[in-house]
């Protein structure tokens, strides 16, 4: 395996683990307090920002 090989495998990973995590920080922000979905009832009188359930 000569170096173009390897350089190019690596960028392949690094493409895979961009991808991965960018997929993980969209789903942790829109479902962290469950609101984005719907599936988590809002409180009376609570925050409209900065409350998680």
Do not use: F, K, W
């Amino acid at each position: 395996m000569d170096g173009n090989e390897n350089l190019d495998d690596i960028r392949s990973e690094v493409e895979e683990l961009r991808v991965l995590v960018n997929t993980l920080l969209t789903i942790i922000m829109e479902e962290a307090d469950g609101i984005q979905s719907g599936s988590a009832h809002l409180l009376p009188d609570s925050p409209n920002r900065g409350y998680s359930m």
